[in-house]
């Protein structure tokens, strides 16, 4: 299950190391790049409640199977793409069916590794589960920088060789065929994809459209009507695709609370700064992989830790002290983002990995201990539905406000240098596109004087966009900050047997 589930951790970090070389060569936007990363995680949130109710109907093998198989076909695709106009279409329909598979396989993994551990036991055994995961995440990035200096499309089709090993893994665990047979709620899938697709895409497209653009809030706020009807229609079908009375559990609700919040940093820290490394500190992809790994090693180290509370105190002091860490560690990080040195914010980024790694697994693992009369795969659908919808939203957040905040600095960068401002504003714009992707239209920035000013700009870029990167890592600590709030709410209960459904079977207090 760790094998099948790595490919799903390796691209989310690993897309994120390839981007500068992938829009060098296929010609994208910035805003054309977000949307290939976001096509991917918004795919991973739309289907995952639906990912684990099929696997509840067909049984967790038989989905695991079927979305490696997805994946890896997907993978493949994604690094076949071939230049031209089609490229972007291309990329974001395979990268979507990429989550589609992920979507499949995640919850059914997840689902084999709950079921077959006791409650006791579980905290240790799915922070080893995330941890050894992680450890393949960090390896992604690796690998990853090291295969963009041959080709960026190596960095899909390494899924080949591990998909491999994943379906043969498979094959000798002989997993129980257990299987629930219920209605597959397709027009609750239907409202939920819809609901999310449009409410992250409105938000994504702000940084081109502009926030006081109608089809922006339209976008927003249809996609916001969507889901409540979607809620609505849930509460009223007799097999949901997400039983929502979970939710009057507390704790539950705490837990996806404290997950929502962390995940709006958790995911988008791997694109931002492997872009931040590679743009302001002029870092090689394998570099940036480097630099990305010191989160990864506090994420790693603190995780058997977090798993050991949960197991011995519950999950509240876990969530509590590494929402407080991870709060810090963002904040810290990106006061320093503007030394322009590695080596000084290794200790930052570590601690906010830190902070992460104490509170994922307790969090997540809590929220599927508390699954009153529902299925194991059921509830890892809800909560990673939840997890990967906010890694989706950072993304269209912090993307929108990174293209903003850097076309503003730039642009001041430029009006001192001599440049009319209207000039300037129109050459901040293409430079901020040419920063983090090509020009929206493809065309040369400028020429003539007001080209020889941007030349000599360039170097002040780097610091330029350092300053916009701090803008959106103060934004991760405030989520940590908002997450931290949400543990307040957590009963400080835990969960010490099975659950029966209807009951609070097991369940036991434990002091404030």
Sequence with gaps: MIFAVSMVFVDQTVVSIAAPSIVEELGLSSSGMQRVVNAYLLALAAFFALGGRLSDV????????AGTLVFVASSVLCGSVPSGGYAETWLIVFRALQGLGAALVFPSALAVVVSVFPVGKRGRALALFYVLAGCLT???????????AWTWRAVFWINLPVAVVALVLTALARIPDIRRPERIDVPGAVLVAAGMGLNVFGIQQASVWGWTDPATWAC????????????????????????????????????????????????PVMFFASVYAQISLSASPHQAALYLLYFFVGFGLAAQVGGRILDKRGARPAMRLGTAIGCAGFALWAAHLTDLSAHDQWPYACLAGAGMGLLLSPASTDA?????GSSYGEVTGIT???????????????????????????MQTLTTRGLAEGEARGAA??????????????RPIGGGPASAVMRGAFPDVRMDFAQANQWVFYGMAIALGAAHLCTLLHPGTRVTAEPAAGAETGRERTPR
Excluded at 236 to 241: D, K, S, V, W, Y
Excluded at 250 to 262: E, K, P
Excluded at 368 to 372: D, G, K, Q, S, Y
Aim: hydrophobic fraction near 50%; charged fraction near 15%.
């Design 384 to 410: 990673q539905t939840v997890r990967n919808y906010a890694g989706a939203l950072g993304m269209a957040v912090f993307g929108s406000v990174l293209t903003h905040v850097t076309t503003s600095r730039i």
């Design 429 to 442: 714009r293409g430079i901020a596109e040419a920063v983090i992707g090509h020009p929206d239209d493809h």
């Design 220 to 267: 927003i706020i249809g996609g916001l009507v969507v889901l409540a009807l979607f809620c609505g229609y849930e509460l009223h079908t007799r097999e949901p695709l997400i039983k929502l009375r979970v939710f009057r559990d507390r704790a539950f609700t705490a837990d996806s609370m404290v997950l929502f919040f962390t995940m709006l940093a958790f995911v």
């Design 58 to 65: 067909f049984g967790h093998r038989r989905v695991v199977v």
């Design 368 to 372: 599927v201990n508390r699954a009153t």
């Design 138 to 148: 960090a390896l992604g990035p690796l690998v990853g920088g090291w295969l963009t």
